[in-house]
């Protein structure tokens, strides 16, 4: 039988890590003895601090040089990363007649830069060691456009977010890297209930749920999976 302390430990990096869903996320994996690279925002500072085998910093991820560094820092480290899981992120409500090109630059920045910036470094490190995992966190609106109608930057922003999901598992397929997308319903957040105060919550999707499918993914049999889309709809 091979103990835990035999086992080879995983490192992940995670972006957005002190969101609503990065904080049960990290609390997952934490549990389960995850090295943990934690992508923090500039009011941050200082979270995360107590726990073990956690490197956590600020980083502006609109700027591809301080992604760039911050995952060389984390590989530094921590010798080798296994996963970057995608968490950053934001929302705009808005149909097309009312959206601008400020509108659509933004969503792009926040939901798309933020991972691809780390993307390009991450994807290198993992053809040097033998491969990796790339999990996002799509949207339902970027899947079914009567739903994108009424977000349509967020909607567009979320869309490049599978296809560079799907450009990875078609580069990487002689490479185990892999790329897998967790699209949620609406998330169970105080900010949700807050601005839905009408809705019944128990049909949204717990932040929890999301960090346990995000467990599962990078567990044993999770990296035997590919081309994956995960849908965690509940009732919603």
């Avoid at 972006?15 to 904080?23: C, E, H, I, M, V």
């Avoid at 970027?142 to 567009?156: C, D, E, R, T, V």
């Avoid at 209930?193 to 999301?210: L, N, S, V």
């Amino acid at each position: 039988m091979i103990r835990k302390s035999e086992m080879k430990q995983q490192n992940v990096i995670v972006s957005g890590a002190s969101g609503n869903l990065g904080k049960d996320v990290v609390k997952k994996l934490a549990d389960l003895g995850y090295g943990l690279n934690l992508a923090l925002g500039r009011h941050d500072a200082g979270t995360f601090g107590e726990l073990p085998d956690t490197f956590a910093k600020q980083v502006d991820l609109l700027n591809q040089d301080a992604a760039n560094q911050f995952v060389s820092d984390s590989i530094t480290n921590h010798r080798s990363i296994q996963a970057g899981i995608f968490l950053a992120g934001g929302y705009a409500p808005g149909v097309i007649s009312k959206t601008n090109d400020e509108d659509i630059e933004k969503m792009m920045q926040i939901n798309f830069l933020t991972a691809f910036h780390l993307v390009k470094p991450l994807l290198a490190h993992f053809e040097a060691n033998g491969g990796g995992q790339f999990i996002f966190i799509g949207a339902r609106p970027a899947l079914i456009s009567k739903q994108g109608a009424g977000n349509f930057a967020y909607a567009l922003s979320k869309s490049l977010v599978f296809k560079m999901a799907e450009m990875i598992n078609a580069e990487g397929e002689s490479k185990n890297i892999t790329a897998t997308v967790i699209v949620p319903s609406t998330i169970d957040t105080p900010t949700n209930r807050t601005a839905m105060p009408e809705a019944d919550f128990t049909k949204w999707i717990p932040t929890t749920d999301i960090a346990e499918g995000i467990a599962f993914v990078l567990s044993e049999t999770g990296r035997k999976m590919r081309q994956t889309i995960i849908k965690l709809y509940n009732q919603d």
